[in-house]
Protein backbone atom coordinates (compact mmCIF):
# COMPACT_ATOMS: atom_id res chain seq x y z
CA UNK A 1 0.00 0.00 0.00
CA UNK A 2 1.03 3.29 -0.91
CA UNK A 3 1.19 6.19 1.58
CA UNK A 4 1.77 9.79 1.54
CA UNK A 5 5.15 11.11 3.52
CA UNK A 6 2.31 12.60 6.32
CA UNK A 7 0.40 9.54 6.75
CA UNK A 8 3.65 7.17 6.44
CA UNK A 9 5.46 9.45 9.59
CA UNK A 10 2.01 9.33 11.31
CA UNK A 11 2.18 5.97 11.14
CA UNK A 12 5.32 4.98 12.46
CA UNK A 13 4.71 7.75 15.01
CA UNK A 14 2.01 5.70 16.11
CA UNK A 15 3.35 2.44 16.74
CA UNK A 16 6.68 4.02 18.49
CA UNK A 17 3.88 4.86 20.68
CA UNK A 18 2.42 1.47 21.04
CA UNK A 19 5.95 -0.10 21.74
CA UNK A 20 6.80 2.26 23.94
CA UNK A 21 3.65 1.62 25.98
CA UNK A 22 4.14 -1.87 25.33
CA UNK A 23 7.47 -1.54 27.05
CA UNK A 24 6.55 0.60 30.21
CA UNK A 25 4.18 -1.59 31.16
CA UNK A 26 6.71 -4.93 30.87
CA UNK A 27 4.26 -6.23 28.30
CA UNK A 28 7.52 -6.39 26.11
CA UNK A 29 11.22 -6.79 27.79
CA UNK A 30 12.81 -4.63 25.01
CA UNK A 31 11.91 -1.79 23.60
CA UNK A 32 11.86 -2.04 20.39
CA UNK A 33 10.00 2.05 19.43
CA UNK A 34 13.78 3.28 18.35
CA UNK A 35 13.83 0.29 15.61
CA UNK A 36 10.88 2.20 14.07
CA UNK A 37 12.46 4.06 11.76
CA UNK A 38 10.42 6.23 9.21
CA UNK A 39 10.01 9.84 7.53
CA UNK A 40 10.68 12.72 10.07
CA UNK A 41 7.86 15.49 9.32
CA UNK A 42 9.88 18.59 10.39
CA UNK A 43 12.29 17.36 7.40
CA UNK A 44 10.15 16.90 4.70
CA UNK A 45 8.97 19.53 2.11
CA UNK A 46 5.75 21.18 3.07
CA UNK A 47 3.14 21.13 -0.11
CA UNK A 48 2.30 24.93 -1.30
CA UNK A 49 -0.97 26.12 0.62
CA UNK A 50 -3.93 26.26 -0.86
CA UNK A 51 -4.41 28.87 -3.66
CA UNK A 52 -7.99 30.30 -5.01
CA UNK A 53 -7.42 33.47 -7.30
CA UNK A 54 -9.11 36.81 -5.74
CA UNK A 55 -11.52 36.75 -9.15
CA UNK A 56 -12.91 32.87 -8.10
CA UNK A 57 -13.06 34.14 -4.23
CA UNK A 58 -15.15 37.25 -5.69
CA UNK A 59 -17.34 35.01 -7.98
CA UNK A 60 -17.78 32.98 -4.45
CA UNK A 61 -18.96 35.48 -2.49
CA UNK A 62 -21.31 36.76 -5.48
CA UNK A 63 -22.80 33.34 -4.90
CA UNK A 64 -24.21 34.02 -1.36
CA UNK A 65 -27.78 34.75 -1.00
CA UNK A 66 -27.80 37.79 0.70
CA UNK A 67 -31.53 38.08 0.96
CA UNK A 68 -31.56 35.44 3.96
CA UNK A 69 -29.99 35.12 7.58
CA UNK A 70 -27.74 32.80 7.20
CA UNK A 71 -26.29 34.16 3.51
CA UNK A 72 -25.78 37.69 5.31
CA UNK A 73 -23.98 36.00 8.29
CA UNK A 74 -21.96 33.81 5.97
CA UNK A 75 -21.34 37.15 3.56
CA UNK A 76 -19.78 38.89 6.79
CA UNK A 77 -17.66 36.40 7.95
CA UNK A 78 -15.78 35.44 4.61
CA UNK A 79 -15.38 39.00 3.59
CA UNK A 80 -13.48 39.76 7.14
CA UNK A 81 -11.76 36.52 6.49
CA UNK A 82 -10.51 37.75 2.94
CA UNK A 83 -10.10 41.58 4.08
CA UNK A 84 -7.70 40.96 6.86
CA UNK A 85 -6.05 36.78 6.22
CA UNK A 86 -7.86 35.78 9.23
CA UNK A 87 -8.57 32.20 9.59
CA UNK A 88 -12.15 30.80 10.69
CA UNK A 89 -11.63 30.78 14.53
CA UNK A 90 -10.33 34.63 14.25
CA UNK A 91 -13.07 35.87 12.64
CA UNK A 92 -15.47 33.72 14.68
CA UNK A 93 -14.21 34.78 17.74
CA UNK A 94 -15.06 38.27 17.10
CA UNK A 95 -17.11 39.84 19.31
CA UNK A 96 -19.50 42.84 20.07
CA UNK A 97 -16.92 44.59 21.99
CA UNK A 98 -14.33 44.30 19.48
CA UNK A 99 -16.07 46.57 16.96
CA UNK A 100 -15.16 50.81 17.38
CA UNK A 101 -17.78 52.40 15.14
CA UNK A 102 -16.66 55.38 16.41
CA UNK A 103 -12.40 55.07 16.12
CA UNK A 104 -13.58 52.89 12.69
CA UNK A 105 -11.15 49.93 14.11
CA UNK A 106 -11.63 45.80 14.65
CA UNK A 107 -9.41 44.08 17.17
CA UNK A 108 -9.76 40.15 18.19
CA UNK A 109 -7.35 38.07 19.97
CA UNK A 110 -5.83 34.71 18.01
CA UNK A 111 -7.31 32.02 19.79
CA UNK A 112 -3.80 30.20 18.86
CA UNK A 113 -1.32 32.96 19.76
CA UNK A 114 -3.52 34.97 22.37
CA UNK A 115 -2.12 38.07 20.29
CA UNK A 116 -4.26 41.35 20.00
CA UNK A 117 -4.15 42.34 16.70
CA UNK A 118 -6.02 45.56 15.82
CA UNK A 119 -7.07 46.78 12.25
CA UNK A 120 -9.11 50.18 9.78
CA UNK A 121 -12.24 48.39 9.67
CA UNK A 122 -12.64 48.42 6.12
CA UNK A 123 -15.53 49.92 4.78
CA UNK A 124 -16.53 46.27 2.85
CA UNK A 125 -16.49 45.04 6.29
CA UNK A 126 -18.01 47.71 8.18
CA UNK A 127 -21.27 47.42 5.31
CA UNK A 128 -21.45 43.82 6.17
CA UNK A 129 -21.36 43.68 9.70
CA UNK A 130 -23.51 46.59 10.07
CA UNK A 131 -25.91 44.58 7.49
CA UNK A 132 -25.64 41.90 9.19
CA UNK A 133 -26.29 42.70 12.68
CA UNK A 134 -29.08 45.31 11.85
CA UNK A 135 -31.10 42.54 10.21
CA UNK A 136 -29.81 38.92 10.52
CA UNK A 137 -28.23 38.20 13.64
CA UNK A 138 -30.73 36.75 16.49
CA UNK A 139 -32.11 39.09 18.91
CA UNK A 140 -32.43 38.66 22.43
CA UNK A 141 -29.95 36.11 23.03
CA UNK A 142 -27.72 37.89 25.66
CA UNK A 143 -24.69 36.88 23.66
CA UNK A 144 -21.60 38.94 22.44
CA UNK A 145 -20.21 36.65 20.28
CA UNK A 146 -20.68 38.47 16.80
CA UNK A 147 -21.82 35.69 14.54
CA UNK A 148 -23.95 32.87 16.41
CA UNK A 149 -25.74 30.00 15.32
CA UNK A 150 -29.54 31.00 13.69
CA UNK A 151 -31.27 27.80 14.84
CA UNK A 152 -32.03 26.96 19.21
CA UNK A 153 -30.41 26.82 21.14
CA UNK A 154 -28.71 30.47 20.19
CA UNK A 155 -25.03 30.62 20.53
CA UNK A 156 -21.73 31.15 18.89
CA UNK A 157 -20.77 29.03 15.89
CA UNK A 158 -19.60 26.32 17.11
CA UNK A 159 -16.82 24.76 15.10
CA UNK A 160 -15.47 25.87 11.90
CA UNK A 161 -16.37 22.65 10.36
CA UNK A 162 -20.01 24.27 9.54
CA UNK A 163 -18.37 27.38 7.83
CA UNK A 164 -16.28 25.76 5.57
CA UNK A 165 -18.79 23.32 4.33
CA UNK A 166 -20.86 26.48 3.74
CA UNK A 167 -17.87 28.09 1.69
CA UNK A 168 -17.57 24.55 -0.12
CA UNK A 169 -21.15 24.62 -1.06
CA UNK A 170 -20.86 28.24 -2.39
CA UNK A 171 -17.99 27.53 -4.55
CA UNK A 172 -20.36 24.37 -6.15
CA UNK A 173 -22.66 26.91 -6.83
CA UNK A 174 -20.37 29.57 -7.98
CA UNK A 175 -18.40 26.78 -10.52
CA UNK A 176 -14.93 27.06 -8.62
CA UNK A 177 -13.66 23.79 -8.30
CA UNK A 178 -12.74 23.33 -4.22
CA UNK A 179 -11.16 20.12 -3.38
CA UNK A 180 -12.25 18.41 0.41
CA UNK A 181 -9.12 19.61 1.57
CA UNK A 182 -9.35 23.17 0.69
CA UNK A 183 -10.39 25.23 3.89
CA UNK A 184 -10.79 28.99 5.04
CA UNK A 185 -7.51 29.19 4.26
CA UNK A 186 -7.57 30.13 1.31
CA UNK A 187 -8.64 33.25 2.16
CA UNK A 188 -5.61 33.60 4.25
CA UNK A 189 -3.36 32.79 1.41
CA UNK A 190 -5.28 34.91 -1.11
CA UNK A 191 -4.73 37.89 0.80
CA UNK A 192 -1.45 37.43 2.19
CA UNK A 193 -0.17 36.65 -1.74
CA UNK A 194 -2.02 40.00 -2.90
CA UNK A 195 -0.32 41.48 -0.26
CA UNK A 196 3.17 40.65 -1.12
CA UNK A 197 2.40 40.66 -4.95
CA UNK A 198 1.62 44.32 -4.34
CA UNK A 199 5.05 44.87 -2.55
CA UNK A 200 3.18 45.34 1.10
CA UNK A 201 6.24 45.08 3.62
CA UNK A 202 6.48 41.79 5.25
CA UNK A 203 6.35 42.78 8.24
CA UNK A 204 2.59 44.73 7.53
CA UNK A 205 1.30 41.94 6.39
CA UNK A 206 2.13 39.62 9.19
CA UNK A 207 1.03 42.08 11.84
CA UNK A 208 -2.49 42.26 9.87
CA UNK A 209 -2.92 38.20 9.54
CA UNK A 210 -1.90 38.14 13.28
CA UNK A 211 1.59 36.19 12.89
CA UNK A 212 4.85 37.58 15.11
CA UNK A 213 7.72 36.69 12.63
CA UNK A 214 8.29 37.81 9.50
CA UNK A 215 9.46 34.23 8.57
CA UNK A 216 6.44 32.44 9.40
CA UNK A 217 5.13 33.63 5.97
CA UNK A 218 7.52 32.31 3.93
CA UNK A 219 6.05 29.64 2.82
CA UNK A 220 3.44 31.88 1.20
CA UNK A 221 6.33 32.72 -1.08
CA UNK A 222 5.68 29.97 -3.23
CA UNK A 223 2.19 31.37 -4.10
CA UNK A 224 3.83 34.79 -5.08
CA UNK A 225 3.69 33.62 -8.91
CA UNK A 226 4.52 36.93 -10.05
CA UNK A 227 7.65 37.47 -8.06
CA UNK A 228 8.78 34.08 -8.52
CA UNK A 229 9.16 34.82 -12.72
CA UNK A 230 12.07 37.36 -10.94
CA UNK A 231 13.77 34.46 -9.69
CA UNK A 232 13.64 31.67 -13.11
CA UNK A 233 16.90 31.45 -14.86
CA UNK A 234 16.70 30.97 -18.04
CA UNK A 235 16.07 27.92 -20.26
CA UNK A 236 19.72 26.82 -22.10
CA UNK A 237 19.61 26.54 -25.40
Not at 2 to 20: D, G, M, P, Q, Y
Not at 31 to 45: C, E, F, K, Q, S
Not at 192 to 205: F, H, S, T
Request: glycine content about 6%; some cysteine; hydrophobic content about 40%.
Amino acid sequence: RKLALTSAANACICVRHFLRFLYRTRRIATDLAPAVIGPTLRHMLKRPPERVSWAALKRILGAIDRTKPIGKRDFAIFITAASYGWGAADVLSLRLDDIDWYRNTLSIVRPKTGVRIEVPLRPQVAHALAKYLQTARPTNTGKREVFLRHYAPWGKVPTTTSIESNLRRYAEKAGIPFPPKYSMKVFRCAHIAEQLNRGIPPKVVVEVVGHSDTRSISRYAGINIEQLRCCALPVPK
